[in-house]
């Protein structure tokens, strides 16, 4: 089942921060997110695995609620190069695949 | 050198006829998904392949079938293409571990447009 991402878009001024939430009706082994550009395909950002970590990219981290079923990516200081959809996906115990969420659209305005 | 790469990248048919994509890796990973990417952005994994053998096949017509000569190709083939197929087909690799899915690399897309 697809996991349900919140907001759909955003739009943010340079410097400013977001949050994009990822959420799921089953259980969870690992919460994956990618960003992908216009024209461009998925690159990948992290990887969250069960036990409720909190990883960062850089400026981007991410953390995992496996209770909650949830994941959140926080984006600080956002630059110009942070535009564009984030996907998570969700990988439950049994699947050996991910299910990518319909994707947050990112627009940073300078 | 391209990690993952596809071929074509723009593919423009006519419905009711048959195409394919071929796809290649050069990292050595075991296993290779595709993902078809619609209008509206959706990305749906299709198929996955792990040393040549399936592993994952969605809800997907008949008239697509996967092939895995080696564990460094998956192609794609398309039979009696509808306008529906019309999308981004994307294929990926990663190396993964005990059925847990890595990280993926993409490859850059191919746009199938059926007219």
């Known amino acids: 089942q697809q996991p349900v991402q919140s907001p759909q878009a955003v739009i943010l001024r340079e410097g400013e921060d977001a949050v994009i939430n990822c959420s799921s009706s089953k259980a969870l082994y690992s919460v994956h997110w990618y960003r992908q550009k216009h024209g461009e395909a998925p690159v990948f950002l992290m990887i969250l695995l069960k036990g409720g970590e909190q990883k960062g990219h850089e400026k981007i981290s991410a953390s995992f609620n496996e209770k909650k079923q949830q994941s959140s990516l926080y984006l600080t200081a956002s630059q110009l190069s942070y535009s564009g959809t984030y996907f998570c996906g969700t990988e439950d115990s049994s699947a050996s695949k991910i299910i990518f969420g319909s994707g947050t659209r990112l627009s940073i305005r300078p | 050198d391209t990690a993952v790469s596809q071929t074509p990248k723009y593919l423009v048919t006519q419905m009711g006829n048959d195409k394919s994509i071929k796809c290649e890796q050069n990292?050595?990973?075991?296993?290779m998904y595709w993902y078809k990417q619609d209008s509206k952005k959706f990305l749906k994994i299709m198929f996955s392949?792990?040393?040549?053998?399936?592993?994952i096949n969605e809800t997907v017509p008949n008239r697509f079938s996967p092939k895995s000569p080696d564990k460094a190709h998956l192609n794609l083939h398309i039979n009696s293409l509808e306008l529906g197929d019309s999308a981004v087909y994307f294929c990926?690799?990663?190396?993964?571990?005990?059925?847990?899915?890595?990280?993926?690399?993409f490859g850059p897309g191919t746009r199938l447009t059926v007219l």
């Open positions: 990926a690799s990663s190396q993964d571990r005990q059925g847990v899915v890595n990280e993926q690399f």
């Open positions: 990292l050595g990973h075991d296993t």
């Open positions: 392949y792990n040393n040549k053998e399936l592993i």
